[in-house]
């Protein structure tokens, strides 16, 4: 699981489950730009772990090349985007609001499939291959009700993973997708890490770092024939 001379992006690296994949990739000799919309903690977190970065809203199409280009311009290269960038957004199907129904999609899917699309243009360009790993959730493959807008959002990436890995597989780009079950970061209120530990078959809520390491798993050519896979890190969850 090597990572030595690999560049890689990670969206949404300035904290949680980003922040572990960076300090991961690092730790295992890769390149690492962090993007991020928050510029303080950002710029911060990359000072502190010997990383670059550029701030970056994945919703917006500019911010996206820029966020490519400029990796390409400081590393030479872009070998691995980790699409970590996320919101929560409670709310069952008839509380749901259209305002945030959009906003979710919008960072958790359309910034999915922005980040996916320039990356790979990039990786395309270079002509050797690359790994994408786009941040699912297990609830993309069984449902929240409470959280309506979420779980189509992460449905989407399963199947946008699915698409992507598949028609660039022959490239050797591949795709992948990890599936958490409900992590201890900022992104998941106390109150649903209390609802949710027991609900998962190991009796506790995941960490960081143990969804970073199947990140990495994925990124290095220790997966050279895994590509469209959505794999959960989700002690057990969706097996029940
Ligand atoms: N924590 C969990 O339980 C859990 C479970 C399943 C899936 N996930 C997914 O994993 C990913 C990371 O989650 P986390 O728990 O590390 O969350 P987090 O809140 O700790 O980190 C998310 C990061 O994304 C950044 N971000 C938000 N909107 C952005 C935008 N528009 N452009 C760029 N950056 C933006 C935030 O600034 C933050 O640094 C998310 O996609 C989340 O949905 C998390």
Not at 121 to 140: D, E, R, T, W, Y
């Amino acid at each position: 699981m090597n990572l030595q001379g690999m560049t890689a992006i990670i969206t949404g690296g300035a904290s949680g489950i980003g922040l572990a994949t960076a300090k991961n990739f690092i730790k295992n000799g890769a390149k690492v730009m962090i993007a991020d919309l928050n510029h303080e903690l950002g710029k911060k977190t990359a000072q502190l772990l010997g990383a670059l970065f550029v701030q970056t809203d994945v919703t917006n199409e500019q911010d996206v090349k820029q966020m490519v280009q400029y990796t390409v311009e400081m590393f030479g290269k872009l070998d691995i985007l980790v699409a970590s960038a996320g919101i929560g957004g409670p709310g069952n199907i008839v509380d749901q609001s259209l305002d945030v129904w959009k906003k979710v999609n919008d960072v958790n899917y359309t910034g999915v499939f922005l980040c996916n699309k320039y990356a790979i243009k990039q990786m395309q360009k270079q002509g050797h291959g690359g790994s994408v790993i786009n941040l699912a959730s297990m609830f993309g493959l069984v449902a929240t009700p409470s959280s309506v807008a979420y779980s189509a959002s992460k449905g989407g990436v399963v199947n946008l993973t699915r698409a992507a890995g598949t028609s660039h597989a022959k490239e050797n780009i591949r795709v992948n997708a990890v599936c958490p079950g409900v992590i201890e970061t900022p992104l998941v209120p106390e109150e649903a890490q209390r609802l949710f530990k027991d609900r998962h078959p190991m009796g506790r809520l995941g960490q960081a770092y143990e969804v970073a390491n199947v990140i990495q798993f994925l990124a290095s050519d220790a997966a050279s024939f895994v590509t469209g896979a959505s794999i959960a890190v989700d002690g057990g969850y969706t097996a029940l």
